[in-house]
């Protein structure tokens, strides 16, 4: 029997009443799904905690809806629209344009041209299954050739081109390679001399191909499918040209570098065109007189070196000329642009929290995520579930292309059946976390895909806990078992409402991993402890990496990994600006910005073989903080939780007055002496020597602060993304449980904060 | 171990690339081919740009047929001018036979019946009507086609050894009619002739008409491998091969949407029409026909030239004819014996050789390969070692320097694999280790992903399996045993000894 799988997004992350969420799903092999929509209440199936918890929501909605199975068009290409069919070339043209193929040998792939396979119609500048340079057309039954005499060598710049004479049936084709110091991978040392022109007749005539004129793809079609992108290229195009006439050799060697001759321009784009104040985005000018600008799909990579990159630059910002390269990649999706399945309008009252779309298939469930935050806030408590960084982790498939995922994971993957599936066929796309086939770090994600690792009952492979949204649920739980009244939202909101959001409440929690922030997130939440809010930071490694999203389109989150932090990939040199805000890339530490300046504490650790409890610190005993710990006994606390059985530990902070935390702040807990699978932070590391693991190098740790800030604000950190979970342990009443529930209740009381009137220096006779 | 040096000098230059000026690639007028297929490449061993000759048989197609054209002219004797003749004339046959058997996939016998339905009808209609030559040829090739079709209609149900045993009863039975048929020369034993002929018969004692006639039959061997490389090379050659590389021939065509019947009907159809055509021609070349034309004998010496040339290839058909004919016609003198000799080396093809003569080269390599790998296999001392000749073919030479790493550090951690260190594995599979312990697993978790084994959750917190990952995208992990464990320690521990194994094995 077919496997029946069912899964789906969101339009959005966030929704409140009378708003609707719209749900796109697919199904194989089933057309009939049972819907429910249920409020997620816990989602860790560790048997040490209270297990998978969900609540049906009544509504009239429940019941069988209709499915479909939908496709995904994967892969980048820039469509330019072309009513008048000027580019719908029949006679004599020429193609020139400058490439960087990163996978030459890969098979057929399209540079620029209006070629579709489902018609064998049209003509395109391309890649041949040998690698090399080609020129195709096609008459509507059968396609003709003309290729260059050596393979193209990867990651080298060439200047490539390809005319027609219709008349005379004879096709030239040209490639020169653009090799300087910096802007390939192998310099000129390298023997290899890349020079061909061509010249073959060619015996068909073009027919001209209905499908848009592409860079990087050609048309194609199927029969339940429809419509799809093939010979999807991967690597770089930078300035590209198309004239309706056959240019002579001489003609076309003299357009390497140069701008293009008018007499016969189809269409002359420019791709260094539209960079200003905040990135650029997907349109690429066409600077002829016919003005065909060019569309991206699925978010290209735009703000990339170009072929003229000289080096001396590594910001577009000051040499716009010298970033006209946009990177392509086959297996890119930011968007699956399905039909909407269902949707739901939220009815009047609904309680702010996580919900999810149940869908049921027989055996087969997904859920499909979204959270509701208050039309008109009331309560004093607000958590707010770090979507960017869910974003950032979207279908990260590391324990398949990483050797050392295990190594960083410090015991063997976890594989589960739905993880082991999605790798065979990575349909809806990759995380940050992961590389494009073609090696290239994943630098855009989106939540308009199915999202498999943002469920309630998902665990890291690489790890073997939940991470990230499951974990997260862990506090929601407790703070609902507790009877606490708190509302939900998330980052999009925080970025969309700014401090009219974070102002309505007393305190934010935040989740157990807000790693990625935008500059406007950060300044929001600076700006909201300095004038009298109070912060819960319940996770680690938080506030760590920039990213951006380009205004209006918050549902897809731009990274460029720096040169330093414990990262995935990093941008290829001068890559390192963002596309969509004009910021640098990498690390807020490297841009001034460390964490601790915001929380107390930053990034030091991370290790996945053990968790483990807290000491409480000399300075946990002083009045001004003490309250803290009523109610706990003993100087040890922390040593239980769902994830590995400790507080402290997977990734973990630290209080470093050098790198900015406030010096008032109280160092409340600690948690040291962990194993060699804790390494040290790369950021930490100048020379790197014997001596910098768990064992052996006091940074590794996990620092619980405290510190007050003006107008009644303060910020209580854990320092540990462990933390979030060891609050369920023991039905919800154990030390962590009672810490957090003695922050919280201070802070979600307006006024004066407890401990306050300790402030006299101390006399100490003893 | 001793290990000499490796390097292969060039002898002949490579054909000198200048890249700076425009290469102009001409192509055989009509098609999409150039006469000969150059193609460039960087040396892996200079980077140089060098021109490859990737396909030489189109070189030794046009020596060869050079040579076929020209000898027997150069010589100009009349027993030389027979013996080319034959071959010629069994060469067309055999490559139009090598169509219906290796393109078409039909086992039919009945192919030089079909030449010699094509001659007789064209003879009895030239002595009887007086027609001329050219329409001897159009007649011949319409009774040809017509023999097809009959013979055809069996294949569509029969298959095999009954197939070729029903084609070797409808030779016998034209054989049998045409000695019953006074009208076809029943009572000379099927000798007819008085047909018209291309070359007079008072000009074929001249050299000069000698060479005509030659000719003629060269011609009609090209005309015969033109029409093999237009049917097997086309569109319907391509379409059988794809249907027959797969096991489930028939299924796997229709499935594919290739429709098998009629695409090998059709072949089968244009293969015995260009057999009559060669009828007609022996015809017009002999003035008549004869009933050797449907003889078993004749039949069984075509089989060894297409078995000793190898089926399925057109070269393959030409020199196979090539070598018996003249075996036969040059050595009458050795009476018997040359029938022997021929019989001794279709025995000693079929013994020895896969696919006749040109499948020796592919043979000749996979021998070379496997002696190859014996060879290294005795040499190699160590698991895992690179001899002097893997240098060449290995690209990335970081791996070989790797291997040398691993090497080393095996051997240290395989002395370090004791009890105490699996049972303090046992006791607690995470966390900090003793320093051999730690050393051990940090080893194992940074191998490549390519068999790495990882775990596999079948119910989370219940049953746990493992599995080895495959690395390559497509390809599901691989179970490795049905063994399950309840809880995640227990499955840590079983990678582990599974690892320790490994790392045993690989000395």
């Not at chain 1, 991470?467 to 703070?479: I, K, Y």
């Not at chain 2, 490559?95 to 007789?120: E, R």
């Not at chain 2, 260009?274 to 050797?292: I, K, M």
């Not at chain 2, 399996?465 to 464990?485: E, H, M, N, Q, W």
Request: with cysteine; charged share 20%; aromatic share 12%.
């Amino acid at each position: 029997m077919a496997q029946v799988s069912v899964t789906g997004y969101t339009d959005k992350p966030s929704v409140v009443e009378g708003e609707t969420v719209s749900f796109y799903v697919t199904a194989d092999n089933a057309t009939e799904a049972q819907v429910d929509i249920v409020r997620l209440i816990h989602g860790d199936e560790n048997p040490e905690g209270p297990g998978f918890i969900e609540e049906v929501v009544s509504s009239d909605f429940s019941g069988v809806k209709q499915v479909k199975k939908q496709f995904v068009d994967l892969g980048n290409a820039i469509r330019v629209p072309d009513s008048s069919g000027k580019l719908a070339l029949t006679d004599s043209l020429t193609i020139a344009t400058y490439v960087y193929a990163t996978t030459p040998e890969k098979g057929r792939q399209v540079l620029l041209g209006k070629f579709s396979l489902h018609e064998t119609a049209g003509y395109a500048l391309g890649i041949d299954h040998a690698g090399r340079l080609a020129f195709w057309i096609a008459d509507g039954s059968d396609t003709d050739e003309i290729v260059s005499q050596v393979p193209m060598a990867h990651h080298t710049w060439y200047f490539v081109a390809a005319s027609f004479d219709a008349k005379s049936g004879k096709a030239v084709l040209h490639q020169e390679a653009i090799v300087n110091p910096y802007n390939g991978r192998l310099g000129r040392v390298a023997p290899f001399d890349h020079l061909s022109s061509v010249e073959q007749s060619l015996k068909l005539k073009i027919k001209s191909a209905t499908t848009d004129f592409m860079w990087a793809a050609a048309g194609n079609s199927a029969t339940v499918r429809g419509a799809f992108k093939d010979l999807l290229f991967n690597g770089k195009i930078d300035r590209s040209y198309v004239w309706n006439r056959a240019l002579s050799l001489a003609e076309i060697k003299s357009q390497c570098g140069q701008s293009p001759i008018a007499d016969g321009l189809v269409a002359g784009w420019d791709t260094t065109i539209g960079y200003g104040e905040n990135g650029i985005d997907d349109i690429v000018v066409d600077v002829s007189a016919n003005q065909l600008n060019g569309i991206g799909v699925q978010r290209p990579i735009r703000a990339m070196t170009g072929y003229n990159w000289s080096g001396k630059h590594d910001d577009w910002r000051v040499a716009p000329q010298e970033y006209g390269g946009i990177s392509f990649h086959e297996d890119s999706v930011v968007d699956c642009q399905w039909d909407v399945t269902f949707s739901w309008t939220i009815p009047e009252g609904l309680k702010s929290a996580a919900y999810a779309a149940r869908i049921r298939i027989g055996e087969a469930e997904d859920h499909i995520p979204f959270f509701v935050r208050a039309a008109k806030p009331k309560a004093r408590i607000l958590y707010l579930f770090p979507t960017s960084s869910y974003l950032a982790y979207a279908n990260e498939m590391i324990v398949h292309h990483v050797p050392v995922a295990q190594a960083i994971g410090s015991h063997p993957a976890v594989l589960t059946k739905t993880e082991a599936d999605y790798f065979q066929d990575p349909k809806y796309g990759r995380s940050t976390y992961d590389h494009y086939t073609d090696g290239e770090g994943v630098c855009y994600t989106s939540w308009l895909r199915p999202i498999l690792n943002m469920r309630p009952k998902w665990r890291s492979s690489a790890i073997g806990t939940t991470w990230q949204f499951p974990r997260d649920l862990s506090a929601t739980a407790w703070l609902e078992h507790q009877g606490y009244d708190f509302e939900v939202a998330t980052d999009h909101d925080l970025m969309r409402d700014g401090l009219d959001l974070l102002k309505n409440y007393s305190v934010i929690l935040t989740g157990s991993h807000p790693e990625y922030w935008n500059e406007f997130g950060l300044n929001v939440m600076e700006e909201y402890i300095s004038t009298g809010g109070r912060l819960m930071y319940m996770g680690g490694n938080g506030f760590y990496w920039v990213i951006s999203y380009r205004d209006g389109e918050p549902e897809i989150m731009e990274v460029r990994k720096g040169e330093a932090g414990m990262r995935a990939w990093q941008a290829e040199p001068g890559e390192y600006y963002h596309a969509t805000s004009a910021e640098r890339g990498g690390i807020w530490r490297n841009r001034g910005r460390a964490p601790q300046k915001l929380t107390g504490v930053g990034f030091t650790t991370q290790g996945f073989d053990a968790c483990h409890p807290y000491f409480r610190m000399p300075d946990s005993y002083h009045k001004s903080v003490s309250w803290i710990f009523d109610g706990v006994e003993g100087e040890k606390f922390g040593d239980h939780g769902l994830a590995l059985g400790g507080a402290a530990g997977l990734e973990t902070e630290r209080y470093d007055l050098l790198l900015g935390t406030p010096p008032h702040t109280k160092l409340l807990g600690s948690s040291t002496n962990w194993s060699d699978n804790y390494p040290g932070v790369h950021e930490d590391i100048m020379f790197h020597h014997p001596g910098l693991l768990g064992t052996q190098n006091p940074a590794v740790r996990a620092d619980m602060t405290y510190f007050t800030a003006g107008n009644n604000g303060a910020v209580f950190s854990t320092g540990s993304i462990a933390w979030t979970s060891s609050l369920p342990s023991f039905g919800y009443e154990n030390d962590v449980s009672r810490i957090t529930k003695n922050i919280l209740d201070a802070f979600s009381k307006p006024g004066e904060l407890p401990g306050g009137a300790w402030t006299e220096d101390e006399k100490s006779w003893r | 171990m001793s290990n000499s040096s490796v390097g292969r000098r060039r002898l002949i230059p490579r054909w000198r690339v200048k890249s700076s000026s425009l290469s102009r690639r001409f192509r055989v007028p009509g098609t999409k081919r150039s006469l000969l297929r150059f193609e460039g490449r960087y040396n892996p061993k200079t980077l140089q740009r060098e021109l490859i000759l990737r396909d030489k048989k189109p070189l030794f197609w046009l020596i060869g047929l050079f040579a076929l054209a020209f000898i027997p002219i150069a010589i100009g004797q009349q027993l030389v001018f027979s013996i080319f003749g034959s071959i010629c004339f069994f060469a067309a046959v055999n490559v139009f036979w090598t169509l219906i058997i290796g393109t078409a996939g039909l086992q039919s016998f009945a192919s030089l019946a079909t030449v010699g339905v094509g001659a007789y009808a064209a003879t009895y209609l030239s002595i009887t009507y007086g027609i001329s030559w050219p329409v001897m040829l159009v007649i011949g090739t319409a009774f040809g086609g017509l023999m097809g079709l009959i013979i055809s209609i069996p294949a569509r149900r029969l298959d095999g050894l009954y197939y070729a045993l029903l084609t070797i009863g409808i030779s016998e039975f034209c054989r049998n009619y045409i000695t019953q048929s006074d009208a076809l020369g029943g009572q000379f034993n099927g000798a007819l002739f008085g047909a018209d002929r291309i070359v007079p018969e008072e000009a074929m004692q001249t050299t000069t008409g000698q060479t005509i006639a030659y000719l003629t039959s060269f011609v009609v061997l090209l005309i015969s491998l033109a029409i093999f490389r237009v049917v097997s090379g086309g569109r319907i050659g391509i379409l059988l091969r794809t249907a027959q590389s797969s096991k489930e021939d028939e299924s796997f065509a229709s499935a594919i949407g290739i429709d098998f019947q009629r695409a090998r009907l059709l072949v089968f159809l244009i293969a015995s029409a260009a057999l009559g055509f060669v009828g007609a021609f022996y015809a017009t070349n002999q003035g008549g026909a004869s009933l050797s034309l449907f003889s078993l004998d004749q039949m069984l010496l075509l089989l060894a030239m297409i078995v000793i040339g190898g089926l399925g290839k057109a070269e393959g058909a030409v020199v196979g004819t090539v070598i018996v004919v003249f075996l036969n016609q040059w050595f009458t003198s050795w009476g018997p014996w040359r029938i022997v000799l021929v019989g001794i080396l279709m025995l000693a093809s079929v013994l020895y050789t896969r696919n006749g003569l040109f499948g020796l080269r592919q043979q000749l390599i996979e021998i070379r390969e496997r002696r190859k790998a014996l060879s290294r296999a005795t040499r190699t001392t160590r698991y895992g070692a690179f001899l002097p000749e893997q240098g060449p073919e290995i690209p990335d030479k970081g791996v070989i320097a790797e291997r040398e790493f691993e090497r080393a550090i095996r051997d240290q951690l395989r002395d370090w694999i004791t009890p105490e260190i699996i049972e303090e594995h046992r006791l607690s599979p995470m966390g900090q280790h003793s320093d051999h312990l730690e050393r051990i697993l940090n080893y194992f978790r940074k191998q490549p992903i390519s068999n790495k084994y990882v775990v596999y959750c079948e119910e989370s917190y219940k049953a746990y399996r493992v599995v080895a990952l495959s690395g390559i995208p497509g390809v599901p992990p691989r179970s490795v045993d049905d063994k399950t464990y309840s809880n995640l320690d227990e499955a840590y521990h079983a990678v582990f000894l599974r690892r320790i194994n490994d790392l045993k094995s690989q000395h």
